[in-house]
């Protein structure tokens, strides 16, 4: 069974950090990144890391966010720096298979306050 359980999330100032885990089971990933949605918007890419190490950023988080991947451990992670109040999302852990078949995490809720 294929599982996706993120850890990490939470309450920070502006300016500070947090850390998202994603620790994979049950299948190697091609493809695995994070996904954030809020109320105002659409789910959207944040960053995402292929099995070689190749990484793709938004725009928005770029120079700020560092997504890294274990894949001894089958875990993808997500490094944010200098945090902004429109940062504010659910963030999703997402993966794809070799046959691109998609998988979802359970979504873990990250809050920055001013």
């Known amino acids: 069974q294929v599982q996706l359980v993120e850890s990490g999330g939470g309450l920070v100032q502006a300016g500070g950090s947090l850390r998202l885990s994603c620790a994979a089971s049950?299948?190697?990933?091609?493809?695995m990144g994070w996904y954030r949605q809020s109320p105002e918007k659409q789910r959207e890419l944040v960053a995402e890391?292929?099995?070689?190490?190749?990484?793709n950023y938004a725009d928005s988080v770029k120079g700020r966010f560092t997504i890294s991947r274990d894949n001894a451990k089958n875990t993808v992670y997500l490094q944010m720096n200098s945090l902004k109040l429109e940062d504010t999302a659910v963030y999703y852990c997402?993966?794809?298979?070799?046959?691109?078949?998609?998988?979802w995490g359970q979504g873990t809720q990250v809050t920055v306050s001013s």
């Open positions: 049950g299948m190697i990933f091609r493809t």
């Open positions: 890391i292929s099995i070689g190490g190749s990484t």
């Open positions: 997402n993966a794809f298979t070799f046959s691109r078949s998609p998988y």
